[in-house]
C-alpha cells in the first residue's frame, strides 16, 4: 500500500515527539524493498502514533473483522525498553484511545510476540505490554508467544479477525518465518503460545462485548526517547459476510 492509503489516527503524537516516515537507511525484512516505515521517538513523552488505512471499504469497515499483516521490528536506540509496535484491528473510532484488537512486540528484553484487547480505559495508548497471560486479562493481554526474540529481529505477522453470525468474534495469530520466506511469499503459521482466542457475546473470556467492525492499521507507543519502530510489506483485508 502506499503513504496515500494511510492517515494518522487523531491523538497520535506530533513529529517533535515522534519522527516518522519512509527510509532506505535501514535493513528491510527478507524479500523487502528498498524502503521501511518507522517511527523514532524523539524524546520521553508518553504516548505513541498509529496509522489507519484509508481505502473505500476499510474507513470503517462496517459490522464484520478482516485481517492485518506486516513485518514489525523493535530496533531499539537508545535502549532495549519503553515502546512497543503493533497491528491493529476493529479500531472503534478514530482515536488513540479507542478500543482494538492488537498483535505485536512487548515491551520487554528479550520480547514477546502479544495478542492484546486494548483495555476501554486507555485504548491502544496501553501499547503491548509484558503483563503475564490471566484470566481475567491484565492489561489486556490475551495470549503470548512462548518464544522471546531479541531487539533488532524481524517478524512478520498476521492478526484475523472474524465476526460470527453469533456475535463472536474469533480472533486468530500467524507468523511467517522470515529465515525461511520472503515477505512477499509468506507460509503462515500458528504462533506456539497463542492459540485461537474467542471473544465471547457473554463476555467471559475478556470482560467486556466483541469488537466488531472499525479501522484497521499499524502504530506505535512509546515512553523514553531514542526509541525506534520498524514496519515492512502492510496488508489489509476485509471480512464481507
Known amino acids: 500500500m502506499a503513504s496515500a492509503d494511510w492517515t494518522e489516527v487523531t491523538g497520535s503524537l506530533s513529529s517533535g515527539s515522534i519522527v516518522r516516515g519512509v527510509t532506505a537507511g535501514l535493513t528491510p525484512p527478507n524479500g523487502g524493498g528498498s524502503f521501511v ?3 523514532a521517538s524523539l524524546d520521553p513523552t508518553v504516548g505513541g502514533v498509529a496509522l489507519y488505512a484509508n481505502a473505500s471499504g ?5 459490522t464484520f473483522g478482516g485481517s492485518v499483516r506486516g513485518a514489525v521490528q523493535r530496533k531499539g536506540g537508545g535502549g532495549n525498553q519503553g515502546f512497543s509496535p503493533f497491528l491493529y484491528l476493529c479500531l472503534q473510532s478514530l482515536s488513540f484511545t479507542a478500543q482494538c484488537y492488537m498483535l505485536g512486540l512487548s515491551d520487554a528484553d528479550p520480547h ?3 495478542l492484546v484487547k486494548a483495555p476501554a480505559s486507555v485504548g491502544m495508548g496501553g501499547g503491548i505490554p509484558a503483563a503475564a497471560v490471566a484470566s481475567p486479562p491484565v492489561q489486556g493481554v490475551l495470549a503470548a508467544s512462548t518464544r522471546t526474540f531479541s531487539i533488532g529481529t524481524w517478524l512478520h505477522l498476521r492478526l484475523d479477525a472474524v465476526v460470527n453470525a453469533d456475535g463472536d468474534t474469533v480472533l486468530n495469530c500467524y507468523q511467517n518465518d522470515l529465515l525461511a ?3 512477499g511469499s509468506p507460509v503462515w503459521a500458528a504462533i506456539p503460545g497463542i492459540p485461537q482466542f474467542i471473544d465471547d457475546v457473554l463476555q467471559v473470556n475478556t470482560g467486556s462485548a466483541p469488537l466488531a467492525g472499525g479501522y484497521m492499521g499499524f502504530g506505535m507507543v512509546k515512553s523514553l526517547g531514542s ?3 520498524l ?3 502492510l496488508e ?3 471480512q464481507t459476510s
Open 37 to 39: 516505515y518507522g517511527g
Open 58 to 62: 476499510f474507513a470503517p469497515v462496517i
Open 112 to 114: 514477546r510476540i502479544v
Open 181 to 183: 520466506n520472503t515477505v
Open 227 to 229: 526509541r525506534v519502530a
Open 231 to 233: 514496519f515492512d510489506e
Open 236 to 238: 489489509i483485508i476485509r
